[in-house]
């Protein structure tokens, strides 16, 4: 049997969405990226969501709109998709690191806390595999030291946080439809905020800084350009993948609810394996399992990278949780870090193993991995 890490779960519907702009020839940012926003809004509970082209440019819009720059500091965990930190260099300011809690993968208020000086500007909290981060000291804290928070929420479409939607307490959040993330557009991401007019600059920045869109330039029927007061990009969503998340956001209950149900099923099979712990839910708080991670300690029966290749010679794709960016060459060099600086997220890179779960993997499918992880490591 082989058994990806993950599968996107497409049927008839996206493949009719997806004829919709071929066949009206309106394939760029236009009426279905629109439909999707308005959705993603609605599910989330944000006053606004703006699609772009990856959760990177989300994430760097974010900061952009919030004039982060030379000079400025951004906290970032270490344990996180390089992603995080890089958006930060993108606006020529410096990440600094924080480490992470080991239960949850995510880090602290009062990690963060420390790492606070003159030049912090702003937070990047990470929502790390579907687990939303503990936002309301996180939120206190910014308030009392006068902080941006802008959530790398790239794996938490559907998490919940006190009822709340992953994202709604931050000042701004975004979010990925990677493959591999909850729901997919192919590439593609979304910013939400509940503030209007950094709604209106995102918007603008997004699509080279124009004042108006062109899909209301099109309603119009105005020929001249916009104005372009601010720099901008272009990190528009396609309209055929606004089709995709159309489609998707029609699926993302059901999948929210499958990929919970399968990570209980491990829950159940793997909790007692010596050495093996299971991811921690804390209360409050609705995991997706974006990544269904385990942490591989000293005392299991074999190491993290042992295990990993002998699921791999089973058919059985594995990968390590995330990587740890101060490992990372870039970083490592540019900022002279050492892998014990920040001492769980080092070993969370070295000791993280994610499982397949995907909302068809099916019930023999998961049987196998479960009898092999089990025959392996008790
Ligand atoms: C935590 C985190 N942030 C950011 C990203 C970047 O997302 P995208 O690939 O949509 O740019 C990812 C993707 O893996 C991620 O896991």
């Known amino acids: 049997m082989k058994i990806p890490i993950t599968r996107p779960y497409f ?17 760029v940012q236009g009426p279905n990226v629109a439909e999707f926003e308005r959705l993603f ?10 699609a772009t082209s990856s959760c ?3 994430l760097h819009l974010a900061l952009a709109t919030l004039e982060v720059q030379p000079g400025d500091e951004v906290i970032v965990p270490a344990f996180t998709f390089v992603a995080t930190a890089n958006v930060v260099e993108y606006q020529g300011a410096r990440p600094v690191f924080v480490d992470i809690e080991l239960r949850t993968f995510n880090t602290t208020a009062e990690q963060i806390e420390a790492r606070i000086a003159d030049r912090t500007k702003a937070i990047i909290p990470v929502s790390l595999f579907g687990l939303s ?6 939120m206190r804290l910014a308030k009392r030291q006068g902080l941006f928070v802008v959530e790398d ?3 938490a479409v559907g998490a919940r946080y006190n009822g709340r939607h992953a994202g709604t307490l931050a000042h701004l959040a975004a979010f990925s439809f990677h493959p591999r993330k909850v729901i997919t557009t192919a590439e593609g991401g979304m910013v939400i905020t509940q503030d209007a007019s950094w709604a209106a600059d995102i918007a603008a920045r997004r699509s080279h800084g124009g004042t108006v869109s062109d ?29 995709l998340g159309v489609a998707q956001m029609k699926k993302l209950n059901w999948i929210v609810e499958r990929r919970r149900t399968l990570a209980h099923r491990y829950d159940e099979a793997l909790r007692g394996l010596e050495g093996v712990q299971t991811p921690y839910v804390p209360a ?11 942490l591989i300690s000293k005392d299991a029966r074999l190491s993290r990278d042992i295990l990993a290749q002998e699921l791999l010679a089973r058919g059985i794709s594995v990968r390590q949780g995330t990587h740890a960016v101060h490992l990372q060459g870039y970083y490592r060099h540019k900022y002279d870090l050492r892998p014990e600086d920040f001492p769980n997220s080092l070993y969370a890179d070295r000791h993280s193993l994610t499982l397949p779960l ?13 009898e092999q992880v089990c025959a392996l490591m008790r």
């Open 153 to 155: 929420a790239a794996c």
């Open 11 to 27: 049927d008839d519907a996206e493949k009719t969405a997806m004829v919709k702009p071929l066949e009206s020839g309106w394939v």
């Open 215 to 243: 899909l209301e330039r099109h309603k119009k029927g105005a020929f001249a350009l916009p104005e372009h007061d601010v720099l901008g990009y272009n990190y528009r969503m396609t309209d055929l993948q606004g089709a």
């Open 358 to 370: 995907f909302p068809t993997m099916t019930d023999d499918e998961q049987g196998f991995v479960i």
């Open 284 to 294: 409050g708080t609705i995991h997706t399992y974006q990544s269904y991670v385990l």
């Open 56 to 58: 990177t440019t989300a």
């Open 41 to 50: 809004a609605e599910y989330t509970g944000a006053a606004h969501a703006l």
């Open 133 to 138: 981060v503990d936002m309301n000291p996180i």
